[in-house]
């Protein structure tokens, strides 16, 4: 146990609906990222949150959106679903910018 | 951001030592080595992180020749639970604001056979 938490586990929705993915961090750690795993992908990250401020962003659509809020937990938004948006969606913290991040079990978005 | 290079699978017998070679042949000054294990359907972990030379946690050893140019994640005497996927990341960990990103690559396949 990684000590993040993600919610839902599963989610199954239809195109075109939007959805809100979510996270808390470890105790203690000001970072979350976002990560989208898919097939013929593999794992790509999405965006980064350090205290509340956006830090780096990576291969993430304009249809997809994230904060994080003062108590540190962070959520991911996906509007206008495609079936290409099915994946495992992780969220990993950190105390700071560093590489070690603990990654939590995932949320798995099936679009149908 | 500098772009890595890792076979795509390996194959090993239980007992035996394990070395997984990634090439990073534009690492940048401040960029460290990072490796991460997955299991199927569950986010990585972190393994090991190093800059040069030589690191050895509990788990593995990161060796980092002097022109940083590749390094090699070993794994001593595996066993069956160490089948997953092995990432190998590159970049600078401490970077200022906006620039940070971790890029995993596609990862090694490590299947470990009886």
């Known amino acids: 146990d990684s000590g993040v938490t993600q919610t839902p586990k599963h989610l199954i929705t239809a195109t075109g609906q939007r959805v809100t993915l979510r996270c808390s961090p470890r105790?203690?750690?000001?970072?979350v990222y976002w990560y989208q795993q898919s097939l013929d992908q593999g794992l790509q990250f999405l965006i980064h949150?350090?205290?509340?401020?956006?830090?780096a962003k990576g291969n993430i659509l304009e249809r997809f959106s994230a904060q994080q809020f003062p108590d540190l937990h962070s959520e991911l938004n996906l509007s206008s679903l495609e079936l290409g948006d099915s994946a495992l969606y992780f969220c990993?913290?950190?105390?700071?910018?560093?590489?070690?991040?603990?990654f939590g079990p995932g949320t798995r978005l099936t679009v149908l | 951001l500098a772009k890595t290079t890792q076979p795509i699978s390996m194959d090993s017998y239980e007992g035996q030592e394990v070395n997984i070679t990634c090439s990073h042949n534009?690492?940048?000054?401040?960029?460290?080595i990072t490796w991460y294990q997955q299991f199927p359907s569950q986010g990585p972990r972190f393994i090991i992180q190093?800059?040069?030379t030589k690191v050895t946690n509990e788990v593995a050893s990161l060796f980092i020749p002097a022109d940083r140019k590749s390094s090699t994640l070993s794994l001593p005497r595996v066993s069956l639970s160490d089948t997953a996927v092995y990432y190998c990341?590159?970049?600078?960990?401490?970077?200022?604001?906006?620039?940070?990103?971790?890029?995993f690559g596609k990862g090694t396949k490590l299947s470990v056979i009886p």
């Open positions: 990341l590159v970049g600078d960990p401490y970077s200022g604001a906006g620039s940070y990103q971790l890029t």
């Open positions: 190093g800059y040069k």
């Open positions: 990993a913290s950190s105390v700071g910018g560093g590489h070690e991040q603990f």
């Open positions: 105790s203690g750690d000001l970072s």
């Open positions: 949150y350090y205290n509340g401020e956006e830090r």
């Open positions: 534009n690492i940048a000054t401040n960029d460290y």
